[in-house]
């Protein structure tokens, strides 16, 4: 019959061993998405305003991410027109008339920031922002001067050319 002690070292043991199988498992997980998706370049179109499909598109993201890994990624998400309601302030939607949702709720910019916080860059056009009086400042979430591209079209274009895969979810 084994004591209190030795009971709890087998349970230690048992523990620690479960512990670093986990490990060695995520990293052969890893080191098999590694090998099979190596490096990439990655430009995801957005400019539709439905919350459901904007939604998506961020989980698409992320899984893109999980998939890969973000340090084999380099991702850019381009939004223009109505895509732009992805990051629009809920409070901003009655005073810009040219947009019909601002999605930019709770849940979708902890989404946004989980993904910014992984390396993944959204880029914003400067003519549907200038054409939609939009301020950056205060009608859209978490929007730098530097995430401001000229044209959200042409930076698609741009970032296809120089190698990036294009995906509209």
Do not use: W
Not at 33 to 39: H, Q, S, T, V
């Amino acid at each position: 019959m084994k004591t209190e002690e030795e009971k709890m070292t087998t349970l230690k043991t048992k523990i620690l061993t479960a512990f670093m199988m986990s490990i060695c498992l995520l990293m052969i997980s890893t080191a098999y998405a590694n090998e099979r998706y190596g490096k990439q370049k990655v430009v995801y179109h957005i400019n539709y305003d439905n919350p459901k499909k904007q939604a998506g598109a961020l989980r698409n993201i992320q899984n893109h991410i999980n998939a890969v890994g973000a340090e084999n990624l380099d991702l850019k998400v381009v939004l223009h027109g109505n895509g732009l309601a992805l990051l629009l302030e809920p409070d901003s939607l009655d005073k810009l008339k040219k947009f019909k949702n601002a999605n930019a709720n709770e849940t979708m910019t902890a989404k946004i920031d989980g993904l910014k916080s992984q390396g993944i860059e959204f880029n914003v056009c400067e003519n549907t922002v200038r054409g939609r009086k939009v301020n950056v400042d205060s009608d859209l979430y978490n929007v730098d001067k530097k995430d401001i591209v000229p044209s959200g079209v042409a930076e698609v274009a741009r970032l296809q050319q120089m190698g990036y895969a294009y995906v509209k979810p």
